[in-house]
């Protein structure tokens, strides 16, 4: 790997970190998620799993299953990037999971360039999309 590389994987690994830390402020039991979206190594947006504003915090119902109106962390970073005065057209976005079908299609539309996870969801067909459309996918398992 040379020195570039290198310090790639490194930025990726501390984005990826604080993606981790930030879902930390999600409310949800079944799973947490942060996501960061970073443009000219400047974040410019972020956003956790959870509730629409002026929902109360509770992701599960009664069952234990999650509430359908619930947002993903990319879904949040993305809207919270599209009110501000940023764009994300270029820009890489660390999650901690990997993106569902309904995310990718917002991550396309949004020009984001580049994808960084962690954790592999069950289901890929999300990542499958972004490949097809041609947005860097990179799956980092060890975040040291």
């Not at 504003?53 to 359908?68: Q, R, S």
């Not at 057209?89 to 994808?115: D, F």
């Not at 999309?129 to 980092?140: D, R, T």
């Amino acid at each position: 790997m040379n020195d570039s590389m290198e310090k790639q994987l490194l930025l990726d690994c501390r984005y990826l970190r604080m993606a981790a830390i930030w879902a930390e402020n999600s409310y949800c039991v079944r799973r947490k998620v942060g996501a960061l979206i970073v443009r000219d190594r400047m974040i410019i947006s972020d956003g956790y799993n959870g509730t629409p504003t002026g929902f109360e915090n509770v992701c599960e119902d009664e069952n234990g299953m999650t509430k359908p109106y619930v947002l993903h962390a990319e879904a949040n970073a993305i809207t919270k990037v599209a009110r501000s005065n940023n764009s994300s057209e270029g820009a890489t976005l660390y999650v901690t999971a990997s993106p569902c079908m309904e995310c990718a299609k917002l991550i396309i539309q949004a020009g984001i360039r580049r994808v960084v996870f962690h954790e592999l969801y069950r289901i890929t067909d999300g990542i499958d999309l972004l490949k097809h459309s041609g947005v860097e996918i990179v799956h980092i398992s060890d975040i040291k």
